[in-house]
Structures are given as structure tokens and as C-alpha cells.
């Protein structure tokens, strides 16, 4: 028999596990590890915070989800060797596999911003992507009734880029509904040079922030917090009474360890096949690998898509036939009921107009809409019944410029 | 793309003005693009940009601060203080290289 190991039973791995199995050859069996109990939906962590959200909801035991004819290994990964294709585990066991797939992801690591995890950590420093960091701030929140939010990026990449603002935006309409938004301050703080990255997403939702009187500090790379305040290399300081800070992202140690990664162990891949560097048994797909796109579910989803019919060939000796674009999609909660919906790839920034989608109608990009909110509250449903199934959705894969419109400079301020 | 005339000869500029064409770049050409951005070149500044230089040439990008540290063994702090209020974009356009890709 043929193995191919996948380290991982997240969103990616899932779903590769679950799209490969029916259609592998008959010699080729599927081995994949992971530490975890229970799959994590991810995308609605950032509504625990406001008590929309039961985080007991938010996961379901993992074995159910993955194929039967699996073996799962419940266990850390120590180490790779990819010149004699094996795997340590560190519960001392050995897989050797013919092919690789890294799943494993991207951490929040507050332990590589000095003070960061000091005495207020969990009481007045806060993360929401753990599920304890999620409900800790939950409990903050309740008794925050004036004084300044630091709502704070530490450093790029990060998964699911837009969540730090969708929790600006939540948190100010959240504290509008309770009747405090008069004696609380909202200042975001980004090590960008805007609200986003790219010039008209930046544009648009930078203008929100100011809509919704919520102050912008950019180009702030955090050095350390200590009492009370982020203290940026360049000497600024930002004091808070609650500060929200999404964490240094880093892959899995055992990447590093295994001299597969970048400088924070993201997989170095090429970004159309997801092939590691210098290897032709290794890939690394979703949040894992070190691509020039956003680490999202959504870019994982469309990973697999174009990775499985790539994978089937290569494993019969011919050329991958196909190129992933670095499609990514994202709804942006934007606080009321409404949201946004941005649409992109490696070479198309997020713009205007509208995104197709068939039984739905179509979906306005970067414009709130309660439609779009409410295609971010279904998406739950379709995660845990189609998604990680493998099951098609009816989007297309690549990128499309169907309905989308490129503003002139003079529109750009909407 | 255009083409900008800079320091007495012509090279390839992306909208910004960062050098779209690496091979255009020498350290005198560095002198004046350090001008432009109100920095007078030192020896740490050229270790800085040879660094990256040699890195984006092996591997298509240009460092982030982090790597600059990790790898280039120039701190976030010392960036800071050569390249004041934004070091990565600074020293890419200093160095004649693309602009950082912003994470997206």
C-alpha cells in the first residue's frame, strides 16, 4: 500500500481527507494526525465576545467528520524528515509516508510580544481566536462600561485578517445597544499603514472606522506592553483600561524543526501548486503554508479544490494541470445586522460591485448589506454539511470579474 | 509602470516610485533615493540593504522586519532608527526593491 499522511484535521485537512478518499486508487491509504478531541468553527469565535454566540456550539468531536476508512493518530507532530519520508510523532511512533500534507495550520503565540501574557493577561489583555480567550473576553466585556478599547494587530500574517476590525465595528454597535458608547474610547491599532492593506478595501472600511468615531493608529509595530499601555518600537505608547490584541501568528514548531518553514514556520510553497520548496512529496495547504493571500478558511476551500484534482495526477506521474489563483473571500460583520463581502486573489485587490451566487442572488462586495450578514450566519451550516464533506458549492473556484467594477481615483472615497 | 529620471539616468518605477527593476540599482543610485526619503546613507544602512538585496535575489521577496531580525540580524529597533516611522517600506525603496507585499 501507498500512504499518504496528513498532519492535521482542521479546515484544510478535513476537507482534503474527505474529497481524496472516494477517489484515490486502491492502494493508497490515508493516515492523519492530530492532537485534538473536537473540530473548531472558527469563524464564530468572533460573536462569543458579545454573547451571541454559545462557544459550546462552536465544536463537534472530530471522528465523526472524517472518512471511516482513515486512521487518525491522536498525537503532536515532533518532527519531519523529508529526505527519508518519515514522520516523528511525539508519542514516539514513526509514519512513513509517500506523500505529505501539512495541515496544521497557524497559531496565536502572545508569548512573543514582551508583557503581553503579564498580570492582565485574561483580565485586561485579550485574545478571541481560543475558545477560552473568546469567553474570558466575554466576561470583560460585561463589566467594560467606560474608559479606552485598544482594539491591536501585532505583526502580518494573521488568520482571518478582517476579524480585528469586525470586532471594532461589533464592539461599537455592542456598546450603542447597552447605552455606553458615550464613555468609551475605540482606537484601532494596526501596524499597516491604513485600516487594510489594499488601497480601496483600505479606503472603504477605514471610512467606517471614522463613521463609527473609532480612531486609527497606523504603522505601530508593538515592542512590548508594560503597565497598562502598547509601547511601539518608534517610542509611542497607547494606554488602555481593555485592550483586544490579536497575537504574533506562527505555524507549527515541528515546520521550523524540520527546515520546511519561514522565519514564523509558515511552509515555503509554490503558490499556484502548494508543493513545498525543493520536495515533490510535500505540500502544505491552508492557513499552514506561507502564501501571498489571506489566511482563510475561504482560501483553504479553494486550495483543496484545485490541490485534489492536482494531487491525483501527480501521484500518477503526470504535470498538475492546474494553478491556484489565491481566491479569497470574506464577509466582514459590520455591526446593526449588516455586513460586507470582499472577493480577491494574488493579483485582484478586493473591489466594488456584486459576487453571483446562484439560489442566493447576488451578494454586494464592499458594501454593508443585510443579506451579506446573513449569508455569514448560513455559512455555519454549510461549513459542517458541505464544505468539510467535500461536497461542491456552487461558486466558482477561480476568481471571477463577473459584476465587479474598478472606481476611478475620484470615486475611490465612498 | 514608468519611467522616472533619477539621479541622472533613467529606471523603471511602479506607482510609488519603487524600483520595479532591481538590476537598475547601485549604491549610488542609493544616495539619492535615501534623499528622497530624508535619510543620509551610513555603513549600517548599506549592511541593511545588501542584506536584503542578497535575499530577495535568492528568494523573489522582500524581507519583512522580521526577517530582517531573524535572519538578517538587523533588530526591529535598529530598522526603526535607520529607516524612521515606516523601516520596511523605507529601506525597500532605498534598496530598489518592490514595495513589501502587504499580507492580505
Known amino acids: 500500500m501507498k500512504r499518504l499522511v496528513i498532519l492535521g484535521a482542521g479546515t484544510a485537512g478535513t476537507m482534503i481527507a474527505n474529497s481524496l478518499a472516494p477517489r484515490l486508487p486502491a492502494d493508497w491509504e490515508i493516515e492523519m494526525v492530530d492532537p485534538s478531541w473536537t473540530h473548531l468553527y472558527q469563524p464564530g469565535l468572533l460573536f462569543v465576545p458579545f454573547g451571541r454566540q454559545d462557544p459550546g456550539a462552536l465544536v463537534k468531536p472530530i471522528e465523526p467528520l472524517l472518512p471511516e476508512s482513515v486512521t487518525l493518530t491522536r498525537a503532536g507532530v515532533d518532527r519531519v524528515d523529508p529526505a527519508t519520508r518519515q514522520v516523528f510523532v511525539d508519542d514516539g511512533s514513526v509514519l512513513t509516508y509517500d506523500q505529505l500534507v501539512i495541515a496544521t495550520g497557524t497559531t496565536p503565540r502572545p508569548e512573543m510580544t514582551p508583557g503581553l501574557t503579564d498580570r492582565g493577561w485574561r483580565r485586561t489583555v485579550h485574545e478571541f481566536y481560543t475558545l477560552a480567550g473568546a469567553s474570558a473576553l466575554r466576561d470583560a466585556l460585561q463589566d467594560f462600561v467606560s474608559g479606552r478599547l485598544v482594539v491591536h494587530i501585532a505583526e502580518l500574517p494573521i488568520k482571518c485578517p478582517v476579524a480585528p476590525l469586525e470586532f471594532a465595528f461589533l464592539a461599537a454597535d455592542h456598546f450603542t445597544r447597552r447605552g455606553t458608547r458615550d464613555s468609551i474610547e475605540i482606537v484601532f491599532v494596526t501596524p499597516l499603514s491604513g485600516a487594510f492593506t489594499k488601497p480601496i478595501a483600505a479606503d472603504k472600511l477605514g471610512g467606517m472606522l471614522e463613521e463609527r468615531q473609532i480612531a486609527l493608529e497606523t504603522d505601530f509595530m508593538v515592542e512590548s506592553v508594560d503597565d497598562g499601555a502598547l509601547v511601539s518600537f518608534d517610542e509611542r505608547r497607547i494606554p488602555f483600561d481593555l485592550l483586544v490584541t490579536v497575537p504574533v501568528n506562527m505555524g507549527a514548531a515541528f515546520v521550523g524543526r524540520s527546515g520546511l518553514g519561514d522565519e514564523l514556520d509558515h511552509v515555503r510553497v509554490d503558490p499556484h501548486t502548494f508543493l513545498a520548496h525543493d520536495h515533490d512529496d510535500v505540500f502544505a495547504i491552508g492557513d499552514a503554508a506561507a502564501l501571498p493571500t489571506s489566511k482563510a478558511g475561504s482560501t483553504a476551500h479553494f486550495s483543496v479544490e484545485v490541490f485534489v484534482e492536482n494531487f491525483l495526477e501527480h501521484i500518477a506521474g503526470r504535470p498538475m494541470p492546474r494553478a491556484f489563483d489565491g481566491h479569497a473571500n470574506c464577509f466582514v460583520e459590520s455591526g446593526g445586522g449588516k455586513a460586507l463581502l470582499i472577493d480577491f486573489n494574488y493579483d485582484t485587490e478586493p473591489l466594488p460591485g456584486v459576487y453571483p451566487v446562484p439560489g442566493l442572488g447576488p451578494l454586494q462586495l464592499l458594501r454593508e448589506t443585510r443579506l451579506n450578514h446573513w449569508a455569514k450566519l448560513a455559512f455555519e451550516t454549510v461549513y459542517w454539511r458541505m464544505l468539510l464533506p467535500g461536497r461542491p458549492l456552487p461558486v466558482p473556484n477561480a476568481m471571477s470579474m463577473a459584476g465587479k467594477v474598478r472606481p476611478s481615483r475620484e470615486e475611490m472615497t465612498v | ?104
Open chain 2, 1 to 104: 509602470m514608468t519611467i522616472a529620471a533619477i539621479g541622472g539616468r533613467e529606471v523603471h518605477v511602479d506607482a510609488e516610485g519603487f524600483l520595479t527593476e532591481p538590476a537598475e540599482w547601485d549604491e549610488g543610485l542609493a544616495q539619492v533615493l535615501a534623499g528622497n526619503v530624508g535619510i543620509e546613507l551610513t555603513d549600517a544602512h548599506l549592511g541593511a540593504i545588501r542584506f536584503a538585496r542578497a535575499d530577495h535575489a535568492a528568494n523573489g521577496e522582500t524581507p519583512t522586519l522580521r526577517r530582517m531580525a531573524t535572519v538578517g540580524g538587523v533588530s526591529t529597533k535598529e530598522m526603526f532608527a535607520l529607516f524612521p516611522k515606516k523601516p520596511a517600506k523605507k529601506m525597500a525603496y532605498v534598496a530598489g526593491l518592490p514595495k513589501p507585499v502587504g499580507c492580505v
